[in-house]
Every structure is written in structure tokens, then in C-alpha cells.
């Protein structure tokens, strides 16, 4: 069973950075695709970033020119840098892989930004 396992979340001060992980671990196969979620207090799952198989890339409006979304797929891992932080990036932060045939969640991990 394909087990997901992010980290890298914390408090930071606004105009901070931090790099989130999400390894995948358990598995025989590469990561297809992968996606960034973010879930702020109160709010509904929204997208952060995307990166497809050919190493494209995408980003919320609200992210862009802030935050890159990479991948190396020799350690299965999916990376979102994240750079000039703001209050309103605080959430709790999902990644959703595709491994194979399926698709796989993180279990999430804080980031609080402080004003």
C-alpha cells in the first residue's frame, strides 16, 4: 500500500519561505502527476499547483510568481517552494499524487503565517 508522507510545515513570518515534501514510499511505481491542495481555517479545499507528467506546470492566481511546484522522481517526491508568505497562505496543505492507476492523499500539514 502506498503510503504518502508530506512535511516541511511550521510558523512562518510573513515575506518567510518554506519547502514543503510529499514522498511516497511503498511504492514500485513512479509518480505520474501531482497536485497541491491548501485548506485555510473555514474554508473549502482549493488548488495550489499542478505538475503533469511532462514536468508542466500550473498555479492558482493567487500563488503565482510565489510558489514552484517540482518533482524527483528518483526519491518519489513532490516539492511546493514556497516564498513571500503571506497571512492569507495560512492552511493546511494536501498533496495528491498519481501512482499507476491511482491516486493517493497526504495527510496534510500546517502552515501559519504571521503577520
Known amino acids: 500500500q502506498v503510503q504518502l508522507v508530506e512535511s516541511g510545515g511550521g510558523l512562518v513570518q510573513a515575506g518567510g519561505s518554506l519547502r514543503l515534501s510529499c514522498a511516497a514510499s511503498?511504492?514500485?511505481?513512479?509518480?505520474?502527476?501531482a497536485t497541491w491542495y491548501r485548506q485555510p481555517p473555514g474554508k473549502e479545499r482549493e488548488l495550489v499547483a499542478t505538475?503533469?507528467?511532462?514536468?508542466?506546470?500550473n498555479y492558482a492566481d493567487s500563488v503565482k510568481g510565489r510558489f514552484t511546484i517540482s518533482r524527483d522522481n528518483a526519491k518519489s517526491t513532490v516539492y511546493l517552494q514556497m516564498n513571500s508568505l503571506k497571512p492569507g497562505d495560512t492552511a493546511v496543505y494536501f498533496c495528491n499524487v498519481k501512482i499507476g492507476i491511482s491516486r493517493y492523499w497526504g495527510q496534510g500539514t500546517q502552515v501559519t503565517v504571521s503577520s
Open positions: 511503498r511504492s514500485r511505481f513512479s509518480i505520474i502527476d
Open positions: 505538475i503533469s507528467s511532462g514536468g508542466n506546470t
